[in-house]
């Protein structure tokens, strides 16, 4: 199942809709704050949340896409800043490059 969620993600299945909403397919799953705990909700049944066992592969991708967001973000910008260098056919910063690699560990 973490494999199938994984691939979802990966496979840009995975839109957030809200802070709270993600449509993952055909399905939506929704985070809910209910006596100080997160329960996750997909619409693929009834109800699921954490420490179920039907916990689907739906909720999985929306948990995992977001734990990489942030990470995600910043790499889209870094590659971004990176084909500009190519462009302008200079050389790349190595020691930079170093560095903005392990400050994006430390988010991960
Ligand atoms: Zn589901």
């Keep these: 199942m973490i494999k199938s969620a994984k691939q979802l993600v990966k496979e840009g299945n995975v839109k957030q809709l809200s802070p709270t909403l993600f449509q ?12 100080g705990r ?3 909700l997909c619409s693929c049944q009834n ?3 954490f420490g179920h066992n039907n916990f ?4 999985c991708a929306a948990i995992i896409y977001l734990a990489n967001k942030d990470l995600n973000k910043r790499l889209n910008e870094s ?7 190519k462009k302008l056919k200079k050389s790349l910063p190595i020691e930079g490059f170093i560095n903005e690699l392990r400050e994006l560990r430390g988010l991960s």
């Design 56 to 59: 689907c592969s739906h909720s």
């Design 79 to 85: 590659i971004k800043i990176y084909e500009q260098f």
């Design 38 to 40: 997160n329960l996750l």
């Design 47 to 49: 109800s699921s949340y």
């Design 24 to 35: 993952v397919l055909n399905h939506q799953v929704k985070i809910q704050v209910k006596k």
